[in-house]
């Protein structure tokens, strides 16, 4: 797979029936492993080994409703209260971040109300947060460290 601007991660794979899989740490099973799968597990190690984040404050493409239409997202990050950190939206790394894909975590994020985003596509990593009261995004160089302490 392509090489992406994370640092290097230890990953598992496997090849059954003709197919290329991956372990996801979080699901805790393996995954067939597509670009945007590749993607998203170099996120779920960035957040895991870099920023710290405690295995169970993480969820990985789970269903949720947005004005009556059943969505995924990628990932997210809880905190300890169950607020949600990082919403995380992962696109292969031949896909490029417009602001099309903005606007779908924007959509996203009215949902969650998180308190910062990650969109990547592996190549190019944007971070931001939103300013609720004044209706506002502020990009950021990078995420904080999320663990609790």
């Not at 405690?54 to 607020?83: H, M, Y």
Request: charged residues 25%; hydrophobic residues 40%; aromatic residues 14%.
């Amino acid at each position: 797979m392509q090489k992406l601007a994370f640092q290097s991660y230890p990953m598992i794979t496997k090849i059954s029936e003709n197919k290329r899989y991956i372990f996801d740490p979080i699901r805790k099973k393996f995954v067939i492993l597509t670009p945007e799968e590749w993607v998203r597990q170099h996120v779920v190690r960035f957040l895991l080994e870099d920023k710290k984040a405690p295995k169970s404050w993480v969820n990985v493409e789970r269903q949720f409703t947005l004005a009556g239409l059943k969505k995924r997202f990628d990932l997210i990050v809880f905190s300890g209260d169950g607020s949600v950190q990082v919403l995380v939206e992962c696109k292969a790394p031949n896909v490029s971040i417009s602001q099309k894909t903005f606007d779908q975590i924007v959509r996203y994020n009215m949902n969650f109300k998180a308190q910062y985003m990650m969109l990547t596509n592996g190549l190019k990593h944007y971070y931001c947060t939103f300013d609720y009261e004044n209706q506002q995004y502020h990009f950021c160089e990078d995420l904080p460290i999320l663990c609790p302490n």
